[in-house]
Structure formats: C-alpha cells, structure tokens
C-alpha cells in the first residue's frame, strides 16, 4: 500500500480507533485496540477522568502508529474488516460522547473550584448529589449554561444567614482558610477564603473580604459592620426568587418554590433564622462557591433535574490547574 494511503488510514484512525488495523486486515489486533480503548473511556466517568482522558489520547497516539506499521506489507485494504472497526470506532465515540463531553467555564461565579476559562470534564450519566458541581441548563433560558454547587436536595429546606447556609435548619460548617485571597475578572478580584462542609463533603468557598470581621464582631457581640446581611436568602416572606428581571430571561422551564417563617426574637440578631425557603420536588437549589459574586438560586430559583446536563469530574486544562473537582 503506498504511504499516502497508510498515512491517511492512520490519521483516520486517531477518530476511529482500531480502523487502521482493521483495514491492514488483522482482526484480533483490531478487537485489542479497541477494547483497550473502549475500557480507558469508560474510566472517564469515573473519578480517574483526567487520567483517562490523558490515556485515551495517548492510546490514540500509539494505535495510529501501529496501525500505519501494520499496512506496510498490505498490498490492498480488507474492506469488510475495515468497515467493522469503522462502525464500531463509530458507535464508541457516540456512546462517549452521550456519556461524557467538556464544557469551557464562562465566568468567576464558581471560584474557586473553577475559574473562567478552564476546561473541564462532565459525566452525563451521573446523578447530582449534594456537593456535586454541575452543569445544567439555565431555568430562565435553558440555551444558556451554568455551572453550580448543589446544596439542597428536593424537598428540603434552605436558608442563607449572615454568608452562612442552613440545610433543614442546620447549619452547614465553616471554617476560615485564608483572609485574602483574590482571583483575575475584569479586575483582580480580593475576597476570603472559607472551607464549607455539607452532608460530609467539603470544597473551598469564597466571601466578601471583610466576611472574617464580620464574623469575628458576630462572635465578640459587638457591632456588626454594614453589609453582613447583603446576601441573606430569603430577604423577606414574600422574595420568592424568579426568573422576573432576569436579564436574558424566558422564563420557559421555571419552578418557583415556597418559603416559611421561622419564629425567631429579635434579641437573636440579624443572623437569627428567619426564613426558610422549601425545595420543591424534583429541582435542586445551587449556589456558586463565589458566594459573594454569583447569580444563582438565591436570585432566580431551583433547577428542575432534568435540566442537568451532567456532574463535574475534573479540569483538563489549563495544565497548571488540571486535576479532580471536590
């Protein structure tokens, strides 16, 4: 076969896998390559998805080149096999691609777990637990895409107070990581940096930057500082969040949810319970880890569980932040 051909069915063979050795006519070399192939991508889904990822491309790599070896000697293509690895590099890549896909993070609003523009790898076919970060089609207009932490599960309650997040009353833990830290957005951007514990997992959130003063004049009784309640959820009995001003709205997919009044004096504080917002079946409430700057459930309400797209598993690029989501 001249080299131009083999050369061609290599290349081709970086898409389709095993097609090379198919069509130099070795069948059981063929069925290695893409078992081998098939068994790397399925380690995709799992929480090895960037190691997998890395091993599939390299596996590419390596079977292009030896399917180009393999068609030194062949004088003519062996059609029917080549046409059974063609249909089955076919039908791998879609079940994958059905399975798995990769999403661009388009803004700050889930620092520092991700940041604008990493890249990262999303398992379609897991179930959003809380403590997942997902990707889900936006309620108020479902051809837009967010990526959010899942805090409350269907039917349970929320309540956010004092930058604090109560779970059915209880309040999620909270410990301080760093009083500075920043991240680049149209500025650099100073906040503090807290590690949250919810339903046993915990992952890195970021606060206003004066959220440690506010916490420690919490703690002495003293005066609180101006701004602590900025982001309490829900602010009244009556501010249900909605699609409603939304910029960019359609409203086509929204669920509004119900909130309580929690009895409360008012020798508590301003960071007593006062309103508990209830989950309604079948939605997911999410906040993004940049508590003090992102545009979630607090502002627009739940997220119906058919519009999740899939759970974040890991970062491919850039390099330097590669690795596993918490």
């Not at 209830?278 to 003090?292: A, E, K, M, Q």
């Not at 545009?295 to 739940?302: E, L, Q, T």
Request: glycine fraction near 10%; aromatic fraction near 8%; include cysteine.
């Amino acid at each position: 076969m001249r080299n131009s051909r083999r050369l061609l069915f290599a290349l081709v063979s970086l898409a389709v896998t095993g097609l090379a050795q198919g069509v130099a006519g070795k069948r059981n070399r063929m069925l290695v390559v893409i078992a081998v192939w098939l068994g790397l991508g399925s380690l995709v889904l799992t929480r090895f998805s960037l190691i997998a990822a890395i091993a599939v491309l390299v596996w590419d790599v390596l079977a292009a080149i030896d399917g180009y070896r393999q068609l030194r000697h062949v004088s003519r293509a062996h059609r029917p096999l080549g046409v059974l690895a063609f249909v089955l590099g076919t039908i791998g890549g879609g079940c994958f691609s059905l399975a798995a896909s990769s999403f661009k993070i388009p803004s700050s609003s889930s620092y520092p777990t991700v940041m604008s523009g990493d890249r990262i790898i999303v398992n379609k076919l897991a179930s959003a637990e809380r403590g997942d970060t997902i990707v889900f089609a936006w309620p108020c207009n479902p051809t837009t895409k967010f990526i959010m932490r899942v805090v409350g599960m269907p039917g349970e309650t929320i309540e956010v107070r004092c930058s604090r997040v109560y779970v059915n009353g209880t309040e999620a833990t909270r410990t301080l990581v760093s009083r500075t830290d920043e991240y680049p957005d149209l500025e650099v951007v100073e906040v503090s940096r807290y590690r949250e514990t919810l339903g046993g997992r915990s992952y890195d959130v970021v606060h206003d930057l004066e959220q440690p003063a506010w916490d420690e004049a919490v703690a002495s009784g003293g005066d609180l500082a101006r701004g602590i309640g900025d982001h309490d959820f829900p602010e009244a009995a009556t501010a249900v969040p909605s699609c409603e001003g939304q910029m960019g709205a359609e409203a086509a997919g929204e669920v509004r949810g119900t909130i309580v009044v929690v009895p409360h004096g008012d020798e508590l504080g301003v960071c007593a319970p006062r309103y508990q917002f209830v989950i309604p079946d079948g939605t997911f409430f999410v906040l993004g880890d940049n508590r003090s700057n992102s545009n979630d459930s607090r502002a627009w309400g739940v997220v119906p569980a058919e519009n999740v797209i899939g759970v974040v598993s890991s970062i491919f690029w850039p390099p330097s932040r590669a690795g596993s989501i918490e």
